[in-house]
């Protein structure tokens, strides 16, 4: 009679072991930034004084694929790893954002060639139709700047990524 309690207990233990094999399969790898992953942030821009430059939040994610370049590349380095639902402060250094300021890359044009209403604080499109601001106006020239606006800056990224996707 023992012999068959314990045949009995070896054969209930092994179907309710059933559904927990059954259970124990492999776990979905969730997807994580890296090069050709299609990505959707959210962002605020902020100087490290606290300065606020730019923001999507509450509006269109900003959409790109990581490792083409649309991004800054001290941001895309720092992306790598994240995955959807990740939120990060991120650090990036000018010479990894925008570059250092250039001083050479002011110029000082015949004011015959802009526009007639030109003054100083104007953002006119240079060539290939890069921003340009004007910083001085004379009766004869204007000395534009085309440096990024942000060139020379450190930036602060407070980053929310939305979608990660293969």
Known sequence: MQHRWKSLIGIVLTIALIPLSACTSKTEEVPTIADGVNVTIEYTLTLPDGTEVDSNVGKEPLAFTQGT????????????????????VIFVEAAEAYGEYAPEKKMTVNKKNMPPDVQVGSQLA???????????????????????????????FDIRVLTVEP
Do not use: C, F, Y
């Open 126 to 156: 240079g060539q290939g139709g890069q921003p340009v601001k004007v910083t001085e106006v004379t009766d004869t020239s204007v000395t534009v700047d085309t440096n990024h606006p942000l060139a020379g800056k450190d930036l602060m």
């Open 69 to 88: 370049g649309q991004l800054i590349s001290g941001l895309e380095r720092q992306l790598v790893g994240m995955k959807a639902g990740d939120d990060a």
